[in-house]
């Protein structure tokens, strides 16, 4: 649906040279309103699956759809949705946040982190919490020598 009304948009904006008058009825934002339900549903799974490239695809989906009723509709169909708008921006936020993260960390094998010389790195990614706290102990009692 946001590709349909996005598409009717344009050709509105070429017909009329701008987006003035241009609006979304209440069928169309249920519409819009059902497919960010869906989307949800499935950034809200892929989010606690660590799927996080695509949790920012779909919350950018559902920010699109924000931007557009925002614009185009009526105050009702707005209170309605726009109340979600920054649980949606936070999941957005966050999920960037650890794709960029984690793509410093196995890009530049310590992140970060190797801008601290007496910083304690340990890559955990492929360790048991056993195998972390052994790695930890033998790395610290070294320091200690």
């Known amino acids: 649906m946001l590709d349909e ?3 009717r948009l344009s ?5 009329h040279d701008d987006d003035e008058g241009f609006s979304i009825n209440r069928d169309d934002f249920s519409l819009l309103q059902s497919e960010g339900i869906l989307f949800y ?6 989010f606690q699956m660590g799927d996080y ?22 105050l009702k ?9 920054p649980y949606i921006l936070r999941v957005n936020v966050i999920a960037r946040a650890i794709n960029t993260r984690d793509s410093e960390d196995r890009n530049k094998k310590w992140g970060r ?8 790195c340990l890559d955990t990614t492929d360790l048991t919490v056993s195998e972390v706290c052994d790695n930890l102990e033998r790395i610290v ?3 200690l020598k």
């Not at 490239?53 to 009526?74: A, F, G, M, P, W």
Request: proline share 0%; glycine share 0%.
């Open 5 to 7: 009304i996005t598409e």
């Open 11 to 15: 050709e509105y904006q070429q017909s």
């Open 41 to 46: 549903c499935r950034y809200y799974i892929l």
């Open 53 to 74: 490239e695509r949790t920012v695809i779909d919350t950018n989906h559902n920010l699109k759809i924000c931007e557009l009723v925002e614009r185009y509709s009526q």
């Open 77 to 85: 169909d707005k209170e309605e949705l726009l109340q979600y708008r």
């Open 113 to 120: 982190l190797s801008k601290a010389t007496d910083a304690l």
């Open 141 to 143: 009692t070294s320091r």
